[in-house]
Structure formats: C-alpha cells, structure tokens
C-alpha cells in the first residue's frame, strides 16, 4: 500500500506540472507555479574588488633564509615543512605558515631569548612554494593547479584545459580573499585578453578562484553550491588549515 502511494504521487508531479490530473482532464484551477527570483552575484555581498598587495605570508614548501647576527652559527636556510613548521638548531619548531616576515621574526626572537642575550632574528623569503588556484566552470579540466611564479586568470584557465566552446569568456569570474578574510568578486574580459596584450588578465593570488560561466548563464546560487559547498576540498581562506601554535 505505501508503495503504491508513493508510485502514485511521482506519476502525479509531471501532471501537476502541466496543470492536468493523472486522468489526462485538466484541474478547474491549473496551480501556477511561483516565479524564482533570479540570483545575481551582487545578491552574495562581496566586498569591495581591491588590488591592494597584503603582506606575505609563509606557506609550506616555501624557503626562508634566518639570520641572527648575534650568533652567526645558527644562519640557515630552511624550508616550511608540510606542517607550517620551522626546524630550527637549539629550539623547538617554530610555526611559519600564515605568518608574515615580521610575525616570523618575532617568534624566533622570542624562541631564541631564552638561549641567548638579546637576540634578534632577520628572516627573509629564499624562494617561494608554487601559487595554488582553483579552476572551475566551463574548462576543459576543472580543479586545484599549482603555477610556478607569476600567474593570471588566462594562463590558469589555459592550464586548466582551455575554455569549452559554452564558455563566456568575455565574463570570467575571480573569487579572492579580501581584507578582514571577506571574499571579493570582479569579472575580467578574457576574450579580448587573448588577443590585446594590454588588456588586464588578473594577476593571482595563492588560492584564488577562476570561474568561468556558462554562455548565457548569469545565476550565481547554483555556482556557489556547486563549486564553494560542494567541490572545493578546502575552506576559501589564505589561512591553511590545521595549522595552529608557536
């Protein structure tokens, strides 16, 4: 009986849908559905798109040269490990990922005062990990690449698989982490890119977003779901995760 219950309901929906029994007559008062309101990206609340460059800030597989000029025996060159740590001669690892040069150097000062007098650690970046952006949308190969150096919107998206012939390209979305960790939005025009040196192709950021839409797709509620909720395997935050300590 529940079976059949349940048979009955979903021969019923394609027919409610159309304003019609199960029977093929048509209901005296056809249901109309409601009217979804469209989401646009400006229904999110992005904040404000800033070009400004924020500090730093280590990440692993990153190389750091510490000096301290006041025990020349402990200069090296290390790298951030896979757990943000520094190791570091005569102290325990110090946390390096997600800090500046400045926050760096402060905790290997402080780790290093109870050893030494007044001690003053330098650090400086030696070389740097690949930039990890998300690609995703109308690309050939969507998901996590690593670029080595200077990267931009189009080189990501070429690197990803190209754009698929459904792509817009003249309304490429990048997602970025802005000040105050709040997710910033701008769109670039990545057709005209392709063929006008001049134009401005986005330079990224470690964890950036490239979203390339669907031509003639401007909903931004089934983008967010898909592509923030469901598919991205970490948080969108410069922060790494996990990392925690001194």
């Known amino acids: 009986m529940h079976r059949r219950t349940i048979l009955s309901a979903a021969l019923a929906l394609p027919f409610a849908a159309l304003g019609l029994t199960a029977c093929g007559h048509v209901d005296r008062e056809p249901i109309t559905p409601a009217a979804r309101p469209t989401a646009t990206f400006s229904d999110i609340g992005y904040a404000d798109w800033s070009d400004q460059e924020p500090d730093y800030r280590f990440y692993p597989g990153d190389e ?31 946390m390096a990922a997600d800090r500046t ?13 109870a050893q030494l007098l007044r001690p003053q650690a330098q650090v400086s970046i030696k070389a740097t990990a690949p930039l990890k952006v998300f690609v995703g949308g109308e690309v050939g190969n969507p ?43 701008r769109t670039a025009d990545l057709l005209t890119g392709m063929t006008n040196g001049r134009t401005d192709l986005v330079p990224l950021r470690r964890f950036d977003v490239v979203y390339v839409p669907r031509s003639g797709v401007s909903e931004a509620g089934l983008f967010m779901q898909q592509y923030f909720r469901d598919l991205l395997p970490i948080s969108f935050s410069y922060a790494v995760n996990g990392f925690s300590g001194n």
């Open 64 to 94: 750091v040269e510490i000096t301290v000029p006041s025990a020349s025996e402990l200069n090296k060159s290390v790298v951030v490990q896979p757990d943000g740590r520094v190791a570091l001669p005569l102290i325990a690892p110090v």
């Open 101 to 113: 040069i400045a926050e760096l150097e402060s905790a290997i000062t402080q780790a290093y005062s």
């Open 143 to 185: 998901g996590v690449y690593d670029m080595a150096g200077d990267g931009d919107a189009l080189r990501a998206v070429i690197q990803a698989g190209g754009f698929k012939t459904s792509a817009k390209r003249t309304s490429v979305v990048i997602i970025r982490r802005g000040p105050g960790g709040r997710a910033m939005l």
